[in-house]
């Protein structure tokens, strides 16, 4: 199973960009001027790449400050998911579903991830799974994927080994489930602290794919109390904006402040003040802090 040619398009434009950011900065290899040159380096060369920059964490925000986004919408969110939510260690290629690929972590306790390919299959790049090997797995959108490189280790297993992981599998789903969507942190009793969870909500409703996938979820997390709530309607305002943003621009409006309500624009004004106003006219006063108060600038 993979992600999709378009969505894997994306991803390697993206985390090239990255790379080729990291390398202009460091000089880890010789200089490329280009995508196409990038890839023509040799696995080990762009590993070290790779390896730099997760050293130095601060090259996604240099990327984010300076590099062209409009390639998706959801480009910035992507990047910054993987700075703050990327998992790296030694798995276990443990079996291939329909669905996804599962890594089973090594470290205690276990846990299983369902993993989506890139270019290739797993399928195809793991043909003979139970299989241990170094990976980091990064979030893409309501999905998991892993950055491209993945570094196999020779271990040959016997009977006592497949047990073991078994057991481990087990364990690990009765637990977590397989786990799809990243962030996935949990505290020791198994329960998600209040701040993941504020993280995981944050990550389902970043795309309209995502909040329609897991509605269910979403509407779990919002029970638990009017700060979540709150939190839904304002990250759900965020990732809305861009939207709203590029419709309001074509239809010749270059500024102004927005409230954005589910999806919708249900007030404007010149000033934020005047919109705030406007707000509490239309909603009742329990609802008066919820939607998300957007500036279109003029550009």
């Known amino acids: 199973m993979q992600i999709g040619e378009g969505n894997g398009r994306l991803f390697y434009r993206l985390f090239v960009g990255l790379q080729m950011l990291v390398n202009r900065k460091f000089g880890v290899v010789a200089p490329v001027a280009s995508f196409r040159d990038f890839m023509a380096l040799t696995v080990e060369e762009r590993l070290k790449v790779r390896d730099v920059l997760y050293d130095h964490p601060e090259c996604f925000d240099e990327f984010l400050r300076e590099a062209d986004l409009s390639v998706s919408e959801d480009a910035a969110d992507l990047v910054a998911g993987w700075r703050d939510h990327r998992i790296s260690g030694i798995f276990f290629v443990f079996r291939h579903l329909k669905r996804h690929t599962v890594f089973l972590s090594s ?69 977590f489930g397989i786990i799809t969507a990243l962030p996935h942190v949990v505290d020791e009793s198994g329960e998600a602290e209040e701040a993941v969870a504020e993280q995981r909500l944050k990550a389902l409703v970043r795309s309209e794919q995502s909040r329609h996938t897991h509605w269910e979820e979403i509407r779990e997390l919002r029970e638990r109390s009017d700060k979540f709530d709150g939190l839904y309607h304002q990250e759900r305002g965020k990732a809305d904006a861009r939207r709203v943003g590029r419709a309001l621009r074509d239809r010749g409006i270059e500024q102004g402040w927005f409230a954005l309500y589910e999806g919708m624009v249900i007030a404007s004004a010149t000033t934020r003040q005047a919109l705030v106003a406007r707000v509490r006219e239309i909603l009742p006063t329990s609802d008066s802090g919820l939607p998300y108060l957007y500036q279109l600038k003029k550009k």
């Not at 799974?129 to 959108?141: G, N, S």
């Open 107 to 175: 470290e205690e306790p276990a846990r299983a991830f369902g993993v989506l390919g890139l270019a290739d299959p797993l399928e195809r790049m793991v043909p003979y799974p139970p299989v241990m090997l170094k990976a980091t797995l990064l979030p893409f959108r309501d999905q998991i994927i892993y950055d491209g490189f993945l570094e196999g280790l020779a271990l040959s297993f016997g009977s006592g080994m497949r047990r073991e992981l078994n057991d481990s599998y087990r364990e690990g789903t009765a637990r």
